[in-house]
């Protein structure tokens, strides 16, 4: 069994005083102090970036790592787009299946506000077809017309979507290391400006520097000595065509759908077992689309279900989604992103998220996508 | 155990009239046809490629393969410079050894010479320090500064590096999928253009576009239905620091001799067990340091020894290097490189490697190295 023994995070924002190489050293240096653990003890690293490449002519990072930290062992960088940090996860696992008594960190980072937004949104565009990126479509444009197809379809509409971004900003509020602390209203999501309709900025995930980690291992005399841990039950990654225009339905991101059945099948749980979960709200019908696709909410309900705020932290139910603020508030450095989803879930199993922690929490999710679907990483956790 | 069963390549070369999807689909195809398998008999990719995001704004092309291949499974892009294609391996062989019954294709696919020669070769500094960067490095540069170290150090020339690329163009010769099919001579090299002293035109490997895919598979049936196999005794990885100033000894590769020794352990041979080997000959000096880093000649030895030509088709030597014509003669489109030289083993270990066959081959090694040193694999196969 693996088990989980630490997360750090960097605080998630415009970071401008601080480097690509700072933010890792950060959160490396975090993640190893805070389980007292000796550098030494640490048999691989998994690093998860996209845009260093394309945004500051920044590769084998892997190697710039092993000199930071100053080791020679096995460092494998990762690239899924917005999904890279939930890839690295999912391969530190296979590595840890593969060998036995081994202790390895996860990390992704990513720094992104040293550039225009134009810049930024451009480079980000290269995980779309060729074709998309032709045509001059964003990722904003894409989600913009995934939005469209389920409104007309199912008749949600700007306002139900505007309650995911609320109830994100109020989790947020509750976390210290978000990029936005501050709670909004429906009334401000409505009245922000267009991005790409329906999505407006409200909707939309910011751009964001930070870089989290996590500690994985399956020695058990590491595993003995933590002052906590918990279970990594599945990790499953499935890819899906790239572009809109192949999918059969605009409406769903099949490859979540497939990674969502795969991880539950390998960990024997039901949808209902599920108490918390991080999903990709990069925009906020993505949120909508994550919960039916993972099995949560049928498909057509999302955008009647999120106006119940029965996600929301302080409700009643049985699931609460995205405590850590989720990408719209919280900030998403895309390559940190999917180890920030599973280090919340982290804190959420062991009790440690102070004035956000959710009440008799067993098992937790994390739901990582890449582009516009292309990648899906589905993890479940047990404390 | 992982057996190898199928192996296939692009030419390498300027290949302007192919995309880099073309080229991938070339590979993938190519290798499934050659093997009789159908395309949903595959578990899971792993593709190695350094730099279509910097060149032509490319990312998460694992999404675009998804859609190439029409399938819905794991695709994990890598990344490690030109190990990318060693990377990429090393992990498929721990997705094997993680789960049971599974096939895999490994890729390796770059295409560069759809850009000046001064993008490609800052694109490519991409994978030094920044400071290296900032001084104006690029490998060539990093490569003269080591070759000219080891010539003060060991007392070799210019001449005895020569031996290096005249065997290599000769084995070049033999292989109709290399770049390159003319035979050279000293006088060649020797009077070839300086590119940073000591090292000229003719001790460095070009720039070329080509992909190369291998399957691996632990599924029983599969390997038994599969007309030849070689078996994966062992893949290691190994990173060290990135610039050459961190380095105790810049007249060796530290990651190289320490993923030797965990290979060689891991498949219990000796160095004298190894037939035939592809080494990582960036440039000329690269490869008298490979053969002393992974033990096959004494630290120093490297320049006198490479004029004895045992190490060229043909000799009575045990041991005879680079039969696909290296990385000089055959090509170097870094993300295959890594896949390339294990598919020449495969052909070696498999008796199809036709006129350049060696004789009574049984075991094999491939060592790919990424930026100066920074990363090494070192992977050892058997009949």
Excluded at 43 to 51: S, V
Excluded at 218 to 241: A, G, H, P, R, Y
Excluded at 298 to 304: A, L, R, T, V, Y
Aim: aromatic share 8%; net charge neutral; charged share 20%.
């Amino acid at each position: 069994m693996i088990s989980l023994l630490d997360y750090y995070t960097t605080k998630f924002g415009e970071l401008w005083e601080k480097s690509l190489s700072d933010l890792i050293q950060e959160a490396v240096n975090g993640v190893l102090k805070s389980n007292k653990l000796n550098k030494k003890q640490i048999d691989a690293i998994f690093f998860a970036n996209m845009l260093a490449g394309v945004l500051e002519n920044n590769l084998h990072i892997s190697a710039k790592l092993a000199e930071l930290i100053g080791l020679n062992i096995p460092i494998y960088r990762v690239e899924a787009a917005c999904a890279s940090g939930g890839a690295a996860f999912s391969l530190a696992n296979n590595y840890l299946n593969a060998n036995s008594n081994k202790t390895v960190i996860v990390i992704g980072a990513e720094k992104m506000t040293d550039y225009s937004p134009e810049e930024t949104t451009q480079a980000l565009a290269g995980a779309a077809s060729g074709e998309e990126q032709e045509a001059g479509l964003t990722f904003s444009g894409l989600y913009g017309m995934m939005a469209n197809f389920y409104f007309e379809k199912y008749g949600c509409s700007e306002e139900n979507l505007a309650y995911v971004s609320v109830k994100n900003h109020f989790h947020g509020s509750l976390n210290e290391k978000a990029q936005f602390r501050n709670k909004i209203t429906i009334d401000d999501v409505l009245q922000s400006p267009y991005v790409a309709h329906p999505l407006k900025v409200m909707d939309s995930a910011p751009i964001s520097d930070g870089a989290s980690a996590v500690i994985l291992s399956n020695n058990q005399s590491i595993i003995k000595k933590s002052k906590c841990s918990i279970k990594v039950l599945s990790s499953q990654m499935i890819n899906d065509t790239i572009s809109l225009k192949s999918r059969k339905r605009p409406d769903e991101i099949l490859a979540t759908k497939i990674a969502a059945d795969k991880a539950f099948q390998e960990s024997k749980l039901e949808r209902i077992d599920i108490n918390v979960a991080e999903v990709h709200d990069c925009f906020s019908i993505a949120e909508i689309l994550a919960l039916e696709d993972l099995g949560f909410w049928e498909k057509g309900q999302g955008g009647k279900k999120i106006t119940e705020n029965s996600t929301r932290w302080g409700s009643n139910s049985r699931l609460i989604i995205n405590t850590s603020g989720g990408l719209k508030a919280a900030g998403h450095p895309v390559g940190a992103t999917g180890i920030k989803q599973i280090g919340e879930i982290f804190l959420q199993l062991t009790g440690h998220a102070t004035n956000r922690q959710v009440k008799k929490v067993r098992y937790g999710l994390a739901h990582n996508v890449g582009g516009s679907g292309g990648t899906a990483v589905v993890t479940i956790l047990a404390s």
